[in-house]
């Protein structure tokens, strides 16, 4: 059996996320008095200044998250909306079939700010300067850089150098063990001045992002042209107007049940319910774990359960009519399941009353169709890059974030802020007619996909991970290695994985290879063989790569364990 961490437990507070830093600081508010929705904000914005190649200002965050005197689990939408301007009309007017990866076209309203203000304002109990200083404190002063930092600006430099100069002047100096943005830290102590009652701070805070000096910077910039992964120069639709009419908003969590436990995940204006779908498959199926491994069968219809459910994710999800009873119906997975063979399919298969798929590209040769992060390419285009966070503390509240977006690799650093814009408007077609396609004020149908879990109807744990197209296969490892092999929440998030890029990916240039898979060698070599005896595609990545997963949870006597990923050796679990 592989060997594991010791899973953290403790009976006051537990922290979770992708960087340290983050971790620590949430440790910090729970410590002061705060509760888990005051910890995850403070860890939100840490992130924001600590992985910047991961996530940003300009970026949004989802999550989904129960409070200690509801346990239903609720969404918060901090997606932003497609702006006013952008149009098929417009984006095919300029010669395009996709919109870019990376530049101003690709732009929809940021919605992290009020994301995380909306959640603190409703659910939190600490001012706005109480959780945001830590960010500010780092921003301000410097931190550790991580090692990727500066390897991205290496990857994207040639861009920045001679198209986006503003990009250079901030991150050239991405190097060293010590990095600062003061920009970015008067930016938000700009924003944190107001003065009255905590929530009058937060609506004050709320109001000068959408309608005051930010939006003003915002606008001004997008009325200039910067190159994008088009190969030429574009101004954005993005406006002042378009931020001011946008603001964060809860809904309800799309639910499966699964014997005793309930999975809750966002709406299929995500990908979230696509975890929901591979597990209803694999309800069809003997699933097994040898020693805390998963068996080459398992891993197989694994493997075949995510082609059919993501599928599906192409035909029928969006920010639109999806029929989500449907797709997840006991009796619509029968179905599906039937196509399970022994061998692996190169089809995608979409189900359901007459899908419908988008015109795929032919991909770049220089392409592999590798999914997850980070993976930056030299146009600035990116896919998957993002961070997470899973917070619960000793009332029961508990919390499963997944930042993302702005990365400074996605367009050009606005420099009078600090911190660029986002580029999830890349995830709608310009194909008429599809759930995804592209129209105003509609959110694209994102990646980012938080998990909570209720164990007969009580919340128990909080789960996540970064990687684009990626998490909800690996979320999914993770899943099959608590119920089914048994292991506590570290030796799952240390458990083998894969995944398979017969996913289409949700990226420009929405390449993937049909058949092919990626898996840990700690499969074992014999595993590996059988799959590639069944028809995949199989690459061995090494023994520990892929996924970020953190967790946290809390069983019936009050009891709070957390668990980080291991691999990067960054993620990091806190708590007492």
Not at 167 to 194: H, I, M, Q, V, Y
Not at 415 to 431: H, I, K, N, T, V
Not at 445 to 465: M, Q, V
Not at 473 to 480: A, E, G, H, K
């Amino acid at each position: 059996m592989f060997t594991t961490r010791p899973e953290l437990v403790g009976t006051f507070g537990m922290v979770a996320s992708t960087h340290w830093l983050a971790s620590a600081a949430g440790m910090a508010v729970l410590e002061d008095g705060g509760n888990a929705f005051d910890a995850a904000v403070a860890a939100g914005f840490v992130l924001q200044v600590v992985e910047p190649h991961l996530n940003g200002p300009g970026g949004e965050v989802p999550a989904v998250f129960t409070t200690a005197t509801d346990p239903t689990p609720r969404v918060l939408c901090g997606q932003g909306v497609a702006p006013a301007g952008a149009t098929v009309e417009h984006y095919r007017g300029l010669g395009l079939d996709l919109i870019p990866g990376s530049g101003l076209l690709a732009t929809t309203v940021p919605g992290a700010w009020d994301g995380w203000l909306t959640l603190l304002r409703d659910h939190g109990t600490k001012r706005l300067s109480d959780v945001l200083k830590y960010a500010i404190g780092y921003a301000r002063n410097g931190f550790p850089l991580l090692d990727r930092v500066p390897a991205v600006v290496n990857t994207v430099r040639e861009l920045f150098t001679d198209h986006w100069p503003t990009s250079g002047a901030l991150w050239f100096g991405a190097t060293g063990s010590r990095f600062a943005n003061p920009g970015l830290a008067d930016t938000w102590e700009k924003l944190s001045r107001a003065s009255g009652t905590r929530e009058a701070e937060i609506e004050a805070a709320r109001r000068a992002w959408s309608q005051g000096f930010v939006a003003e910077a915002v606008d001004s910039f997008c009325r200039k042209a910067f190159r994008d992964d088009s190969g030429r120069d574009h101004t954005g639709v993005l406006t002042g107007q378009d931020m001011a009419d946008w603001s964060a908003t809860y809904e309800p969590a799309t639910t499966a049940d699964f014997g005793p436990w309930t999975l809750a995940k966002c709406g299929p204006w995500t990908q979230g319910p696509v975890l929901l779908q591979q597990l209803r498959l694999l309800e069809h199926t003997t699933l097994s774990y040898a020693d805390g491994i998963p068996t080459a069968d398992t891993v197989h219809t694994a493997l075949e359960a995510t082609k059919l459910a993501f599928a599906d994710r192409e035909a029928w999800y969006g920010d639109a009519e999806v029929p989500v009873d449907l797709l997840l119906s006991r009796e619509y997975a029968a179905e599906r399941a039937r196509l399970i063979e022994s061998t692996a399919s190169h089809e995608l298969r979409p189900g359901g009353p007459n899908p419908r798929l988008p015109h795929y590209p032919s991909a770049p040769e220089h392409l592999s169709g590798a999914i997850g992060e980070p993976t930056v390419r030299a146009d600035g285009s990116t896919k998957g890059d993002t961070v997470h966070i899973d917070v619960v503390d000793r009332w029961g509240n508990m919390i499963s974030a997944t930042p993302s977006g702005g990365w400074l690799q996605s367009s050009p650093t606005i420099p009078e802020l600090g911190f660029c814009l986002g580029s999830r408007a890349q995830m709608f077609w310009l194909d008429e007619g599809l759930p995804n396609t592209l129209a105003p004020g509609k959110r694209p149908r994102i990646t980012l996909t938080p998990s909570l879990a209720l164990h007969e109807g009580i919340p128990r744990i909080a789960f996540g991970t970064p990687g684009g197209d990626g998490q909800d296969q690996w979320q999914l490892c993770f899943w099959l290695a608590h119920t089914v092999g048994g292991l506590n929440l570290q030796a799952a998030i240390d458990a083998p994985a894969w995944h398979s890029n017969a996913v289409p990916s949700s990226f420009y240039p929405r390449d993937f290879v049909p058949g092919e898979a990626h898996v840990e060698s700690r499969l074992g070599q014999s595993t590996i063989a059988e799959l590639r005896a069944r028809g995949h595609g199989v690459v061995d990545v090494g023994p520990w790569t892929l996924g970020r997963l953190s967790a946290v949870s809390r069983e019936s006597n009050g009891l709070l364990r957390a668990a980080a990923n291991p691999r990067g050796m960054q993620g990091y679990a806190v708590g007492r």
